[in-house]
């Protein structure tokens, strides 16, 4: 089925999409209803119907990975937002009430226990113990890194697919 409606966070496709001249027509498109939830008025957020203010990494817990290391850190939530901006999370709690669905599995809960979960399915602590230790170090040792014993084939070498372009 064609696609309608577009909810948008995180990402600025207009800008960042190959193929930008057809994101940007897609985009246009009199048919699509696209909501984008953003902290800056982007290019992707010039072409929405509908911009939400979104809260800025200082005002909402979260778990980042830093680029070029294998570390979690937690970003605790370190000043209230002003009045009007909305983190990720609520948007999409919000939206799940309004679509019916705010009792299935996933909501109803609050980022602290997404974070617990998140990091606890994987034995990586939770939420506090991550406030506490501030970061983990989930580097591979130098041979994994480095694919010392081979890749994960039974022949130990890497695959090329035919199909990357």
């Known amino acids: 089925p064609p696609v309608t409606a577009l909810l948008i966070q995180n990402t600025n496709p207009v800008n960042v999409a190959p193929e930008q001249r057809l994101v940007k027509q897609g985009f246009l498109r009199d048919d699509l209803f696209s909501c984008v939830h953003e902290q800056f008025m982007t290019d992707t957020a ?8 979104a809260t800025m990494f200082l005002e909402h817990d979260d778990v980042y ?12 939530k370190l000043v209230d937002p002003p009045e009007g901006p909305r983190t990720n999370h609520f948007v999409i709690e919000e939206l799940g009430k309004r679509l019916g669905v705010g009792d299935r599995p996933g909501f109803g809960m609050t980022e602290q226990q997404h974070i617990d979960i998140i990091l606890g399915k994987r034995g990586l602590g939770s939420f506090s113990s991550l406030k506490e230790e501030k ?4 580097q591979p040792d130098f041979e994994a ?21």
């Open 65 to 76: 990975k830093g680029g070029g290391n294998q570390h979690i850190t937690l970003g605790p």
């Open 145 to 165: 890194a480095h694919f010392i014993d081979g890749f994960g084939h039974a022949d130990g070498k890497f695959r090329f697919r035919a199909d990357w372009t």
């Open 135 to 138: 970061w983990l170090d989930l």
């Open 46 to 53: 010039k072409l929405a119907d509908v911009v939400l203010p």
